[in-house]
């Protein structure tokens, strides 16, 4: 898959490029963000300066990160997975 990191993205949502974030959540629980642009086809994931995938614990600090860096992109998506050790 291809990647993108912070600075990236954040040039990106201001230049209107983002056609969606798609938030997804790992079977280890955490999320983290894959982006569709306007002009290249694929999926990006994002990632830090080490070159791994950002993930964050919390869909509430992705949400208020997505908001005070990105602004509202055009489209959000939210893909949760089943997570085995959750009781029922």
């Not at 919390?58 to 959000?76: F, K, Q, T, V």
């Amino acid at each position: 898959m291809n990647t993108l990191n912070e600075a990236e993205l954040t040039d990106f949502t201001k230049n209107n490029a983002v056609k969606r974030l798609c938030i997804v959540q790992s079977e280890s629980g955490k999320y983290q963000i894959i982006v569709n642009l306007t002009w290249k086809e694929g999926e990006f994931n994002l990632i830090t300066t080490r070159k791994t995938i950002r993930k964050w614990s919390s869909l509430d600090r992705l949400a208020r990160h997505i908001r005070e860096n990105y602004g509202i992109p055009p489209s959000i998506s939210l893909s949760l997975h089943q997570l085995e050790n959750q009781s029922k």
